[in-house]
Protein backbone atom coordinates (compact mmCIF):
# COMPACT_ATOMS: atom_id res chain seq x y z
CA UNK A 1 0.00 0.00 0.00
CA UNK A 2 1.36 3.36 -0.80
CA UNK A 3 1.45 5.61 2.21
CA UNK A 4 1.05 8.75 1.77
CA UNK A 5 3.31 10.93 5.22
CA UNK A 6 1.81 14.36 4.30
CA UNK A 7 -1.03 14.04 5.93
CA UNK A 8 -2.16 12.61 9.46
CA UNK A 9 -4.31 9.82 9.97
CA UNK A 10 -6.88 9.16 12.59
CA UNK A 11 -6.76 5.83 12.87
CA UNK A 12 -2.82 6.33 13.31
CA UNK A 13 -3.71 8.95 16.00
CA UNK A 14 -6.06 6.97 17.77
CA UNK A 15 -2.95 4.03 17.66
CA UNK A 16 -0.60 6.68 19.40
CA UNK A 17 -2.38 7.97 22.17
CA UNK A 18 -2.84 3.76 23.08
CA UNK A 19 0.83 3.57 22.85
CA UNK A 20 0.96 1.66 19.52
CA UNK A 21 3.85 1.75 16.80
CA UNK A 22 1.80 1.71 13.68
CA UNK A 23 1.77 5.50 13.89
CA UNK A 24 4.14 8.27 12.14
CA UNK A 25 5.24 11.36 12.75
CA UNK A 26 3.06 13.53 11.15
CA UNK A 27 0.35 11.75 12.86
CA UNK A 28 2.30 12.20 16.55
CA UNK A 29 2.57 15.90 15.77
CA UNK A 30 -1.17 16.44 14.79
CA UNK A 31 -2.08 14.00 18.08
CA UNK A 32 -0.06 16.18 20.56
CA UNK A 33 -1.83 19.24 18.65
CA UNK A 34 -5.51 17.72 19.42
CA UNK A 35 -4.36 16.84 23.10
CA UNK A 36 -3.42 20.19 24.07
CA UNK A 37 -7.12 20.93 22.55
CA UNK A 38 -9.00 17.86 24.31
CA UNK A 39 -7.29 16.91 26.92
CA UNK A 40 -9.64 14.03 27.40
CA UNK A 41 -8.85 12.59 24.21
CA UNK A 42 -6.16 10.16 25.58
CA UNK A 43 -8.12 8.78 28.93
CA UNK A 44 -11.10 8.09 26.92
CA UNK A 45 -9.12 6.33 24.14
CA UNK A 46 -8.02 4.13 26.26
CA UNK A 47 -10.84 3.48 28.70
CA UNK A 48 -12.41 2.62 25.56
CA UNK A 49 -10.08 0.26 23.95
CA UNK A 50 -10.38 -1.52 27.32
CA UNK A 51 -14.12 -1.76 27.38
CA UNK A 52 -13.98 -3.43 23.44
CA UNK A 53 -11.79 -5.86 25.26
CA UNK A 54 -14.01 -6.21 28.35
CA UNK A 55 -17.13 -6.50 25.60
CA UNK A 56 -15.33 -9.09 23.31
CA UNK A 57 -14.45 -11.33 26.95
CA UNK A 58 -18.81 -10.82 27.62
CA UNK A 59 -19.09 -12.13 23.91
CA UNK A 60 -16.67 -15.40 24.08
CA UNK A 61 -18.55 -16.32 27.50
CA UNK A 62 -22.27 -16.07 26.16
CA UNK A 63 -20.59 -18.62 23.45
CA UNK A 64 -20.41 -16.38 20.29
CA UNK A 65 -17.80 -17.10 17.55
CA UNK A 66 -18.95 -14.21 15.02
CA UNK A 67 -18.36 -10.38 15.89
CA UNK A 68 -19.22 -7.82 13.77
CA UNK A 69 -17.47 -4.22 14.52
CA UNK A 70 -18.62 -0.64 13.66
CA UNK A 71 -16.17 2.22 13.86
CA UNK A 72 -13.31 -0.05 14.56
CA UNK A 73 -10.58 1.71 13.53
CA UNK A 74 -7.16 -0.04 13.05
CA UNK A 75 -7.16 -3.52 14.44
CA UNK A 76 -4.22 -2.65 16.58
CA UNK A 77 -3.53 -2.12 20.38
CA UNK A 78 -5.78 -4.90 21.48
CA UNK A 79 -8.69 -3.95 19.10
CA UNK A 80 -11.11 -6.79 19.20
CA UNK A 81 -9.50 -9.63 16.51
CA UNK A 82 -6.77 -9.77 19.11
CA UNK A 83 -8.78 -9.75 22.47
CA UNK A 84 -10.56 -12.64 20.25
CA UNK A 85 -8.26 -14.16 19.09
CA UNK A 86 -6.46 -14.92 22.54
CA UNK A 87 -9.48 -16.29 23.88
CA UNK A 88 -10.30 -18.87 20.64
CA UNK A 89 -8.44 -17.78 17.01
CA UNK A 90 -11.55 -19.50 15.59
CA UNK A 91 -13.88 -16.29 16.18
CA UNK A 92 -14.53 -14.57 12.55
CA UNK A 93 -14.60 -10.83 13.45
CA UNK A 94 -15.87 -8.16 10.43
CA UNK A 95 -14.47 -4.83 11.20
CA UNK A 96 -15.11 -1.82 9.17
CA UNK A 97 -14.79 1.73 9.43
CA UNK A 98 -15.84 4.59 7.50
CA UNK A 99 -12.08 6.53 6.77
CA UNK A 100 -10.74 5.14 3.54
CA UNK A 101 -7.13 5.56 4.65
CA UNK A 102 -7.63 4.17 8.17
CA UNK A 103 -9.00 1.07 6.01
CA UNK A 104 -6.61 0.11 3.47
CA UNK A 105 -4.25 0.48 6.11
CA UNK A 106 -5.88 -2.05 8.42
CA UNK A 107 -6.66 -4.55 5.16
CA UNK A 108 -2.83 -4.68 4.77
CA UNK A 109 -2.05 -5.54 8.58
CA UNK A 110 -4.83 -8.15 8.49
CA UNK A 111 -3.75 -9.90 5.07
CA UNK A 112 -3.21 -13.40 5.64
CA UNK A 113 -5.56 -13.76 8.91
CA UNK A 114 -8.39 -15.60 6.98
CA UNK A 115 -10.87 -15.24 10.45
CA UNK A 116 -11.26 -11.39 10.29
CA UNK A 117 -12.32 -9.09 7.33
CA UNK A 118 -12.32 -5.03 6.87
CA UNK A 119 -14.30 -3.06 5.05
CA UNK A 120 -15.18 -0.21 4.38
CA UNK A 121 -18.13 0.90 5.49
CA UNK A 122 -20.08 3.68 7.09
CA UNK A 123 -22.06 2.28 9.87
CA UNK A 124 -25.50 4.38 9.68
CA UNK A 125 -25.95 1.76 6.68
CA UNK A 126 -25.13 -1.28 8.78
CA UNK A 127 -26.67 -3.18 5.68
CA UNK A 128 -23.72 -2.64 3.80
CA UNK A 129 -21.56 -4.58 5.94
CA UNK A 130 -24.06 -7.27 6.51
CA UNK A 131 -25.07 -8.18 2.78
CA UNK A 132 -21.77 -7.46 1.38
CA UNK A 133 -20.50 -11.17 -0.22
CA UNK A 134 -17.32 -11.05 1.74
CA UNK A 135 -19.58 -11.26 4.96
CA UNK A 136 -21.14 -13.67 4.06
CA UNK A 137 -18.38 -15.82 2.35
CA UNK A 138 -16.74 -15.66 5.90
CA UNK A 139 -19.52 -16.10 8.31
CA UNK A 140 -22.11 -17.83 6.05
CA UNK A 141 -25.71 -17.99 7.58
CA UNK A 142 -24.83 -17.08 10.88
CA UNK A 143 -26.44 -13.85 12.45
CA UNK A 144 -25.86 -15.35 16.14
CA UNK A 145 -23.39 -12.36 16.70
CA UNK A 146 -21.52 -10.11 19.18
CA UNK A 147 -21.81 -6.42 17.48
CA UNK A 148 -19.37 -3.73 18.81
CA UNK A 149 -20.77 -0.52 17.78
CA UNK A 150 -18.44 1.52 20.93
CA UNK A 151 -16.71 4.97 20.86
CA UNK A 152 -18.60 5.60 18.10
CA UNK A 153 -22.44 7.16 18.62
CA UNK A 154 -21.58 10.52 19.78
CA UNK A 155 -20.71 11.82 15.94
CA UNK A 156 -24.04 10.00 15.07
CA UNK A 157 -26.98 11.47 14.85
CA UNK A 158 -30.45 10.22 16.79
CA UNK A 159 -32.13 9.65 12.97
CA UNK A 160 -28.97 8.14 12.18
CA UNK A 161 -28.53 5.56 15.16
CA UNK A 162 -31.69 4.65 15.38
CA UNK A 163 -31.77 3.69 11.73
CA UNK A 164 -28.61 1.88 12.33
CA UNK A 165 -29.76 -0.32 15.54
CA UNK A 166 -32.88 -1.09 14.04
CA UNK A 167 -31.43 -2.88 11.12
CA UNK A 168 -28.74 -4.49 13.03
CA UNK A 169 -32.04 -5.84 15.28
CA UNK A 170 -33.85 -6.97 12.32
CA UNK A 171 -30.62 -8.93 10.68
CA UNK A 172 -29.40 -10.27 13.96
CA UNK A 173 -30.35 -13.28 15.68
CA UNK A 174 -31.89 -14.00 19.30
CA UNK A 175 -29.16 -14.28 21.52
CA UNK A 176 -27.31 -11.70 19.45
CA UNK A 177 -25.40 -8.49 21.50
CA UNK A 178 -24.89 -5.35 20.87
CA UNK A 179 -22.17 -2.81 23.40
CA UNK A 180 -22.75 0.61 23.08
CA UNK A 181 -21.02 3.67 24.71
CA UNK A 182 -21.91 7.04 24.87
CA UNK A 183 -20.89 10.68 25.79
CA UNK A 184 -23.15 11.30 28.74
CA UNK A 185 -24.72 14.49 30.02
CA UNK A 186 -21.89 15.67 31.85
CA UNK A 187 -21.20 17.42 28.67
CA UNK A 188 -23.95 19.44 28.55
CA UNK A 189 -23.91 20.65 32.11
CA UNK A 190 -20.27 20.74 33.23
CA UNK A 191 -18.92 24.05 32.34
CA UNK A 192 -15.38 23.06 30.89
CA UNK A 193 -17.30 20.13 29.06
CA UNK A 194 -19.54 22.20 27.78
CA UNK A 195 -16.75 24.55 26.48
CA UNK A 196 -14.86 21.64 24.44
CA UNK A 197 -18.33 20.54 23.09
CA UNK A 198 -18.82 23.83 21.94
CA UNK A 199 -15.35 23.40 20.23
CA UNK A 200 -15.89 20.14 18.97
CA UNK A 201 -19.05 22.28 16.78
CA UNK A 202 -16.86 24.78 16.13
CA UNK A 203 -14.55 22.80 14.37
CA UNK A 204 -17.53 20.85 12.34
CA UNK A 205 -16.96 17.93 14.45
CA UNK A 206 -20.38 16.22 15.26
CA UNK A 207 -20.83 15.68 18.72
CA UNK A 208 -24.16 13.87 20.30
CA UNK A 209 -23.98 13.31 24.14
CA UNK A 210 -27.17 11.44 25.39
CA UNK A 211 -28.35 10.62 28.39
CA UNK A 212 -29.52 6.71 29.29
CA UNK A 213 -33.18 7.37 28.70
CA UNK A 214 -32.36 9.06 25.30
CA UNK A 215 -30.55 5.41 24.59
CA UNK A 216 -33.22 3.67 25.67
CA UNK A 217 -35.45 5.38 23.58
CA UNK A 218 -33.19 5.20 20.48
CA UNK A 219 -32.53 1.50 20.52
CA UNK A 220 -35.71 0.25 19.63
CA UNK A 221 -36.13 -3.82 20.30
CA UNK A 222 -32.80 -3.68 21.74
CA UNK A 223 -32.90 -4.79 25.84
CA UNK A 224 -30.53 -4.02 28.19
CA UNK A 225 -28.71 -6.59 30.43
CA UNK A 226 -29.18 -6.35 34.08
CA UNK A 227 -26.42 -4.22 34.55
CA UNK A 228 -27.68 -1.62 33.01
CA UNK A 229 -25.48 1.68 32.06
CA UNK A 230 -21.95 1.93 33.50
CA UNK A 231 -18.94 4.62 33.20
CA UNK A 232 -17.19 2.86 30.59
CA UNK A 233 -14.20 2.34 32.53
CA UNK A 234 -16.83 0.06 35.28
CA UNK A 235 -18.47 -2.06 32.63
CA UNK A 236 -17.64 -5.35 33.18
CA UNK A 237 -15.68 -5.07 35.86
CA UNK A 238 -16.03 -6.99 39.10
CA UNK A 239 -13.86 -4.43 40.87
CA UNK A 240 -14.58 -0.98 39.33
CA UNK A 241 -11.83 1.90 39.57
CA UNK A 242 -13.28 4.92 41.41
CA UNK A 243 -14.83 7.28 39.06
CA UNK A 244 -13.74 10.77 38.44
CA UNK A 245 -16.72 12.29 37.10
CA UNK A 246 -18.64 10.14 34.40
CA UNK A 247 -17.72 11.36 30.42
CA UNK A 248 -18.67 8.09 28.94
CA UNK A 249 -21.19 5.35 29.63
CA UNK A 250 -21.89 1.98 28.26
CA UNK A 251 -23.84 -1.00 28.28
CA UNK A 252 -24.45 -4.22 26.99
CA UNK A 253 -27.87 -5.04 24.96
CA UNK A 254 -29.75 -8.09 23.77
CA UNK A 255 -32.11 -9.64 21.35
C1 LIG B 1 -12.63 6.57 18.27
S1 LIG B 1 -12.59 5.36 17.02
C2 LIG B 1 -13.21 3.97 17.92
C3 LIG B 1 -12.35 2.74 17.74
C4 LIG B 1 -12.81 1.54 18.54
N1 LIG B 1 -14.18 1.19 18.27
C5 LIG B 1 -12.64 1.79 20.03
O1 LIG B 1 -13.64 1.98 20.75
O2 LIG B 1 -11.49 1.80 20.50
C6 LIG B 1 -13.99 5.83 16.07
C7 LIG B 1 -13.91 5.34 14.62
O3 LIG B 1 -15.21 5.51 14.03
C8 LIG B 1 -15.02 5.85 12.69
N2 LIG B 1 -16.28 6.45 12.21
C9 LIG B 1 -16.76 7.70 12.39
N3 LIG B 1 -17.97 7.83 11.81
C10 LIG B 1 -18.27 6.61 11.26
C11 LIG B 1 -19.36 6.10 10.53
N4 LIG B 1 -20.43 6.86 10.24
N5 LIG B 1 -19.33 4.82 10.13
C12 LIG B 1 -18.26 4.02 10.40
N6 LIG B 1 -17.18 4.45 11.08
C13 LIG B 1 -17.19 5.74 11.51
C14 LIG B 1 -13.80 6.77 12.67
O4 LIG B 1 -13.21 6.78 11.39
C15 LIG B 1 -12.94 6.12 13.74
O5 LIG B 1 -12.02 5.22 13.17
Known amino acids: MELDLTRPNNGRMLDYWLGGNHNFEIDRQMARQIEKLFPFVVTTSRESRALVGRCVEFFHAQ???????????????????????????????????IDPITVAYAQDLLRGN???????????????V????????????????????????HVLSDEAVRASWRALY??????????????????????????????YRSANLPFYPRTPAQVLELVGGWRVTQDGFKPNASWGQSNPPPQERMLGYSAMFYK
Do not use: M
Open 170 to 199: DWAAPGSYLALSFSGEAWDTEPDLIATARS
Open 114 to 128: VNVLYLHADATNPQD
Open 130 to 153: LENPLTKQLIGDEHRVGIVFLNLP
Open 63 to 97: NLGTLVDFGSSLPTCQNTHEVAHALDPNIRVVYSD
